[in-house]
């Protein structure tokens, strides 16, 4: 077992890279606290489970930095968790955690997306919205849009549900917006400036617990024991999964 584990699933990394890193499934409600509890003491959130599935805790990454771990969050999931626990000593990495924290961002929409199942590795079925406004962003700066189509699309996609911010419902959203002799030049475009705003965040994630580990102070806060941690973490632990095991 390595020291350092990290929560991924949809947010495509380069996992065979990074050997001295186990990598297990997106984080849901007590996937810190099983982490911690097997004996992780580096731990990384990319991705978590949301919706259907109770999502990871605040409070148990706060438990297991109390405790002396390093927890640290990027591309979706984890620079969200990242962002709001800041001052409690959770570290973010990387551009999608920075405009949470400066809330240029605010939306959990921004960075979730539809993906298949485990066994599938959890491929991405739809775009993530910071995705698309990073490639948008790269298409003006090379003039195949203006800030005003810009504009238009990413407002178009944005209101759309995140489910439904797939390729297609791009490429409609361009020809919507861009005059139609040039809206097959731009979704060209698309193609080619596409970027992977997450998978960029999560390599970095991965290249930070690659490092040795930075000195952290000591948190200048005692762990909250609330009612509602004592009722999940300690009368119901029995009800949250396993490490690495599928949530219900």
């Not at 990454?61 to 984890?78: L, N, R």
């Not at 810009?150 to 490429?171: G, S, Y």
Request: charged content about 25%; overall charge neutral.
């Amino acid at each position: 077992m390595n020291e350092s584990c990290v929560f991924v699933g949809p947010t495509r990394v380069p996992k065979k890279a990074y050997p001295q890193i186990d990598f297990l499934p997106p984080a849901a409600l007590g996937s810190v606290f099983r982490a911690f509890e097997h004996g992780y003491r580096r731990i990384g959130i990319i991705d978590g489970f949301f919706g259907n599935t109770p999502s990871v805790w605040h409070k148990e990454i706060m438990f297991v930095i109390a405790q002396g771990a390093e927890v640290v969050g990027a591309a979706s999931t984890g620079a969200l968790r990242a962002a709001e626990l800041a001052p409690y000593g959770m570290r973010g990495i990387g551009n999608i955690y920075r405009l949470y924290r400066r809330a240029s961002i605010a939306d959990d929409d921004e960075v979730c997306v539809t993906h298949a199942i485990d066994a599938l590795d959890y491929m991405p079925l739809s775009e993530p919205m910071i995705s698309i406004r990073y490639t948008l962003r790269d298409l003006r700066h090379a003039g195949i849009v203006s800030p005003d189509e810009e504009k238009a699309i990413a407002a178009d996609l944005k209101a759309a549900h995140f489910a439904e911010r797939n390729l297609d419902h791009i490429r409609a959203a361009i020809e919507a917006h861009v005059p139609g002799d040039r809206a097959a030049a731009v979704v060209d475009g698309y193609q080619r400036f596409r970027r992977d705003a997450k998978g960029d965040d999560g390599k970095r994630l991965l290249e930070w617990l690659s490092a040795p580990r930075r000195p952290a102070a000591d948190p200048a806060w005692a762990f909250p024991r609330t009612v509602h941690w004592v009722h999940q973490f300690e009368d119901k632990l029995g009800d949250i999964p396993g490490l690495g095991e599928k949530p219900v």
